[in-house]
């Protein structure tokens, strides 16, 4: 990517975020006009390195965001063997940096003084406030940021090393894990992949020990757990546990984001404390066709990645890999227990846990979990779909996306549902594309009684509205049932209904008004789908997540008095 530059061109919208980032070299690296510059300048302080002296290295957290003055910087990658290659050089007006270094993540890559160099450098609570204050400089920066991850993304030679059969549970959790946050890796499939037995051979393991992680060529981690991984490789972030947060939102889902985003430009200390990755079950989707603003659609990821960036843009803090165990109230603060042993303070909290998808009731469904056996229709699963029958089971918009995405990739697509109609559960669009696809089968009151298979699932046994039993053949069945709330870990703090949902709207907070997302548990409020009767749709959730932040300011407000 270094060796030659096309001509550079003024910088596109800095809401275009789509596309190939090697198509549009300008605007992941672009050179900041002398204007620019200046007032970057005023944010930081002049810096001076020697030639082949080190900016940052991979792995280091909290960077510094540098501005090249004089001189030439390269940026590096692992080449995932112990090597690195070359990214690309900054050079005068140009910048370090990608998304990580609005974080206190590692950072994936290093830079390296190529001679004599003197910078700007900003540090990152002066970058987060530059962002803010100068937004056309900021903008310009978020842009580069983000194609620059997409970047690595697309191009993963230097990412993690993912060694695994595709088929397996854990293999799929860790991809999953990775997408979810974002992180570059390479998957080396054994069931297909030439590269996977003699990569397999070199590390001198065999098949019992995978999946396998292998980080910079060298480390190899034996199938981690989520918060294994996640410390590995730096994704969670610090969290001080004697730092008083204003808000700690529980949940990455879009109300959760969107609670995140709001109260952090609002000016409250945010930390966003996440059990897996951003998205919660919208991020499962594939594409999302009724949410205003996108009418050609986006993915729940795509949605909850922007969310994301746009909370950390205003300093909210991100910690993934961490599920919340407990909440106890405290003099003035309530302390919330992770299941790593930490502690984090703050002074309100907003639930959004969100909801999990049901399971059927089959004694052998947990041995193929994972092996067949699916929650989410994301390109991860998808891939496994290529050229096959595919079985989706539920009636809601989730399942109906489900479906409209895996017929694109699979031969054929059946739908089964316990009703006779989808009217009273999905959205009209779904239903007409259903309808008239020529790759989906939809049966009316039916169920899948049995699974088959020997190691991964073979095939389903279901019953149809006569009675009647068949057996169908496949290697990938879908379950988007209805969700139950994620809830256990609150028993007792708060007031749920019979469904575990939270109640919220009936209690008083102390100024006596009756407010929609206050819990029984004063300064603790729910929004999104773990609430009782809350709408279950990606909007409200957002809407739900923003509007709460009103009555955050006011309880804030009244207990500050």
């Not at 080449?79 to 590692?106: K, M, Q, Y």
């Not at 987060?128 to 194609?147: C, S, T």
């Not at 410390?231 to 609670?259: K, S, W």
């Not at 994620?486 to 919220?504: E, K, Q, R, Y």
Request: include cysteine.
């Amino acid at each position: 990517m270094s060796a030659s530059r096309p001509p550079r061109s003024d910088l596109a919208d800095p809401n275009d975020f789509l596309g190939d980032a090697t198509l549009r070299y300008e605007q992941t690296f672009p050179r900041l006009p002398a204007e620019m510059v200046a007032r970057v300048a005023s944010y930081g302080v002049v810096d001076r390195f020697e030639a082949g002296a080190y900016l940052f290295r991979l792995g280091d957290r909290n960077v510094d965001f540098f501005l090249v003055i004089e001189g030439a910087v390269d940026i590096f990658e692992s080449d995932g063997e112990g090597g690195h290659v070359l990214i690309t050089t900054h050079e005068s007006g140009e910048f370090t940096g990608e998304l990580d270094h609005l974080s206190g993540r590692a950072v994936l890559v290093c830079a390296r003084a190529v001679r004599a160099t003197r910078v700007t450098r900003v540090d990152r609570n002066a970058l987060r406030r530059m962002v803010a204050l100068e937004p056309d400089i900021g903008d310009v920066i978020l842009r580069a940021f983000i194609l620059r991850r997409m970047d690595l993304l697309q191009h993963t030679d230097g990412g993690i090393v993912l060694v695994g059969d595709t088929r397996s549970g854990d293999t799929l959790r860790i991809q999953s894990f990775l997408v979810l946050n974002g992180y570059p890796h390479r998957l080396l499939d054994v069931g297909c992949d030439p590269a996977a037995r003699p990569a397999l051979h070199h590390l001198g393991l065999s098949d019992a020990a995978l999946p396998i992680v292998i980080l910079d060529g060298r480390k190899v981690l034996t199938n981690p757990a989520n918060a294994a991984l996640a410390d590995a490789l730096g994704i969670t972030e610090q969290i001080d546990p004697n730092h008083l947060y204003d808000v700690a939102v529980v949940g990455a889902g879009p109300a959760g984001l969107a609670a995140a985003v709001y109260a952090a430009s609002e000016g409250l200390d945010t930390v966003v404390i996440e059990a897996l990755g951003p998205g919660g079950q919208a991020g499962t989707s594939s594409r999302i066709e009724n949410y205003l603003g996108f009418p050609t659609g986006i993915s729940g990821q795509a949605l909850a990645s922007r969310a994301q960036i746009q909370a950390q843009k205003f300093g909210a803090r991100l910690a993934v890999a961490k599920a919340t165990t407990r909440i106890q109230r405290g003099a003035g603060a309530f302390l919330l227990s992770t299941e790593d042993g930490g502690e984090i303070r703050a002074r309100v909290v907003v639930v959004a846990t969100g909801a999990r998808y049901r399971r059927l009731n089959l004694p052998e469904l947990s041995r193929y979990e994972g092996s067949g056996v699916h929650y989410a229709a994301t390109a991860i699963e998808g891939h496994l779909c290529v050229g096959g029958d595919v079985v989706v089971v539920g009636g809601g918009n989730s399942a109906g996306q489900a479906a409209v995405y895996l017929s694109g990739l699979a031969r054929h697509v059946h739908i089964m549902i316990r009703d006779d109609s989808l009217a009273a559960t999905m959205s009209d669009y779904l239903i007409q594309r259903i309808a008239d696809s020529a790759r989906m089968t939809l049966h009316f009151c039916s169920e899948v009684v049995e699974l088959m298979g020997e190691k991964y699932l073979e095939g389903v046994r279901w019953r149809d509205e006569r009675g009647v039993e068949s057996v169908l053949r496949t290697s990938n069945l879908f379950l988007m049932i209805g969700a139950d709330p994620n809830t256990a870990w609150l028993s007792g703090t708060v007031a749920l209904d019979p469904g575990g949902f939270i109640i919220t709207g009936q209690f008083r907070d102390t100024s006596g008004q009756v407010t929609p997302y206050l819990t029984s548990m004063p300064g603790i409020f729910a929004v999104g789908d773990v609430r009782a009767n809350s709408i279950k749709r990606v909007a409200s959730a957002v809407g739900e997540g923003s509007v709460v932040v009103h009555a955050i300011h006011g309880w804030l407000a009244r207990e500050a008095a």
